[in-house]
């Protein structure tokens, strides 16, 4: 069983910066690309960015391009995100998952088998 841990959120103002962490168990970790999703309040789980399992291709929804950065370490079972120039829009639970072996969509919330319990990010105008 995998189980994912999401750590580091909290509230900023807007052009901050937040460093979010997810620890994961078992011993597979660097078999599997891991992605990051996060849900505002009355939206869809949406795409944020994906990073694959020997962290040499990422990829990233246009709206955090340029600003957010996704980085892996397999040696801690570790994925995380760095967040700068945090808008109010950022604002929404992050959800840390690991993706299926064989997908035909990266982006889609569907071709991810575990999730973390996520972490709130709150930003302020």
């Known amino acids: 069983q995998v189980q994912l841990v999401e750590s580091g959120g909290g509230s900023v103002q807007a052009g901050g910066s937040l460093r979010l962490s997810c620890a994961a168990s078992g011993r597979t970790f660097s078999a599997y690309a891991m992605g990051w999703f996060r849900q505002a309040p009355g939206k869809e789980r949406e795409f944020v960015a994906a990073?694959?399992?020997?962290?040499?291709?990422?990829d990233y929804a246009d709206s955090v391009k340029g600003r957010f950065t996704i980085s892996r370490d397999n040696a801690k079972n570790t994925v995380n995100l760095q967040m700068n120039s945090l808008k109010p829009e950022d604002t929404a639970v992050y959800y840390c998952?690991?993706?299926?072996?064989?997908?035909?969509?990266?982006?889609?919330?569907?071709?991810?088998?575990?999730w973390g319990q996520g972490t709130q990010v709150t930003v302020s105008s």
């Open positions: 990073i694959t399992s020997l962290g040499r291709s990422t």
């Open positions: 998952a690991r993706r299926r072996a064989r997908v035909t969509d990266i982006y889609r919330a569907a071709e991810y088998d575990y």
